[in-house]
């Protein structure tokens, strides 16, 4: 378990480190573009939030407290719209994704996706990847609401923390083995059912996409360092077990 959790935290690690490489570099300036533009929207949200609806509403004999409120409400704010954003800026960036996934592979040593030409198919992956990306947001609002109930539910809120962490991990996962899986024609269910296989290795993947998103500037580069070491995994562990078992767990 250990093992395969260290794993998926190495190919963030490795997805990180292939940033530089001039292969790649023009199919990560549109993505790490959308990324900074909606992290720095986020930050200057957030902060107008924490000023205007909290700090602003204090009581005058409270104020003394702005110095301790300030920093708590900064950080809880910024989580969720950073959370909200990294959402949205995968939604925005999924088709540019897609190219990057596709090059990282044929790099990797990989066969370009049948029936892509590039740059060229941009246009006609758009519609389904934002339709992929919708699907994941369906996904993520049903199994949300039970798991924030569990924070109300006496005695089990004090597990609520680490159940959502740990399925916070696993949707960073979803989002990122959808590129090179898709790019072959894997659906959503089929990608559940291989994660599910090796889930471990996809907590320990999710987990370091999930700090590095919380980590001012690093949160910058998450989206294409994700897409990046998602191919990785996906080339080096997961390829090679697709198979018509796999299309029968996904409708089960």
């Known amino acids: 378990m250990i093992a395969e959790f260290l794993a998926g935290v190495r190919y963030v690690l490795r997805g990180f480190a292939l940033l530089r490489r001039p292969g790649l570099r023009r199919f990560i300036a549109i993505p790490l573009l959308i990324n900074t533009l909606l992290f720095a929207a986020a930050a200057w949200w957030g902060w107008r939030l924490l000023e205007d609806h909290v700090l602003g509403g204090l009581p005058g004999w409270l104020q003394w407290l702005t110095w301790l409120i300030a920093p708590l409400f900064s950080v809880a704010i910024l989580l969720v719209v950073f959370?909200?954003?990294?959402?949205?800026?995968?939604?925005?960036?999924?088709?540019?994704?897609?190219?990057?996934?596709?090059?990282?592979e044929a790099l990797q040593g990989g066969e370009t996706p049948e029936g892509r030409a590039g740059l060229t198919a941009l246009a006609g992956e758009a519609a389904k990847s934002v339709f992929s990306e919708l699907r994941k947001l369906l996904y993520l609002a049903l199994?949300?609401?039970?798991?924030?109930?569990?924070?109300?539910?006496?005695?089990?809120?004090?597990?609520?923390?680490?159940?959502?962490?740990?399925?916070?991990?696993?949707?960073?996962?979803?989002?990122?083995?959808?590129c090179p899986m898709g790019n072959h024609g894997h659906g959503f269910g089929r990608q559940r059912a291989l994660l599910k296989r090796h889930r471990w290795l996809a907590w320990g993947f999710g987990s370091a996409m999930l700090a590095m998103t919380l980590i001012p500037v690093l949160n910058f580069f998450a989206m294409p360092v994700g897409v990046i070491g998602a191919t990785l995994m996906w080339t080096e562990r997961l390829r090679s077990e697709t198979s018509p078992a796999l299309s029968q767990e996904a409708t089960s």
């Open 143 to 178: 199994w949300s609401l039970p798991l924030l109930l569990l924070f109300v539910i006496p005695g089990v809120n004090a597990a609520a923390p680490f159940l959502w962490f740990a399925f916070s991990a696993w949707m960073f996962t979803l989002e990122y083995i959808d």
């Open 83 to 104: 959370y909200t954003f990294t959402l949205l800026a995968n939604l925005i960036g999924a088709p540019f994704n897609s190219l990057l996934a596709e090059k990282v």
